[in-house]
């Protein structure tokens, strides 16, 4: 059974750093892309970053303009996503989802999200 | 970027009674393999998403059979063939095709 639990969220100042941990079970890690998806509170879902299941590839929305970071240590089934120079509005729930292929695909399993909060 | 846009935003629906969701697509989703990279979510009150239909028409694991993906082109939809009290929520689309992936903006589905 796919299991996907992140963490690592919680109340950070604008400008400052926060990364997302994302421990995956229940699967071959190595042989699947993962999705960070986020939420801000009362808002729909928006896609922010996807990296390919060896980590040669990584891709990023728009608005991420550089300040985050997706990576993975497959040897630790474990994606995260370091994120930089925080602003307001990078506030939401962040989940971590598993693509259907080695490379990115649809998202066919989700965590329960953890909650990043950027404020002074 | 691709965009999407879904309609309605939100759907009153009662029970035993059949629904759609429309989401269109500012560029085809349609891969070099024949398959649109197109999905449906919900995000059911207090959960976490889940996947409902994936490349356009195919039902994910455990999904009932009342739930239905069909287009082509630039235009997808979602039927529920009767509505159960159990599928309120949010529907979502999402294009996996070209990256930056995109979701539409979610149609809230309740009941009247």
């Known amino acids: 059974q796919v299991h996907l639990v992140e963490s690592g969220g919680g109340v950070v100042q604008p400008g400052r750093s926060l990364r997302l941990s994302c421990a995956a079970s229940g699967f071959t890690f190595n042989t699947h892309g993962m999705h960070w998806v986020r939420q801000a509170p009362g808002k729909g879902l928006e896609w922010v970053a996807v990296i390919w299941s060896d980590g040669t590839n990584k891709y990023y929305a728009d608005f991420v303009n550089g300040r985050f970071t997706i990576s993975r240590d497959n040897s630790k089934n474990t994606l995260y996503l370091q994120m930089d120079s925080l602003r307001a509005e990078d506030t939401a729930i962040y989940y971590c989802?598993?693509?259907?292929?080695?490379?990115?695909?649809?998202?066919?399993?989700w965590g329960q999200g953890t909650l990043v909060t950027v404020s002074a | 970027d691709i965009v999407l846009t879904q309609s309605p935003l939100t759907l009153p629906v009662t029970p035993g009674e059949p629904a759609s969701i429309s989401c269109r697509s500012s560029?085809?989703?349609?891969?070099?393999?024949?398959?649109?990279?197109l999905d449906w979510y919900v995000q059911k009150p207090g959960q976490s998403p889940q996947l409902l239909i994936y490349?356009?028409?195919h039902r994910a694991s455990g999904v009932p059979d009342r739930f239905s993906g069909s287009g082509s082109g630039t235009e997808f939809t979602l039927k529920i063939s009767r509505v159960e009290a159990e599928d309120v929520g949010v529907y979502y689309c999402?294009?996996?095709?070209?990256?930056?992936?995109?979701f539409g903006p979610g149609t809230k589905v309740d009941i009247k």
């Open positions: 490349l356009g028409s």
């Open positions: 560029q085809s989703p349609l891969h070099d393999n024949g398959y649109n990279y």
């Open positions: 999402m294009q996996v095709l070209q990256t930056p992936f995109t």
């Open positions: 989802a598993r693509g259907h292929d080695i490379l990115a695909g649809f998202l066919d399993n």
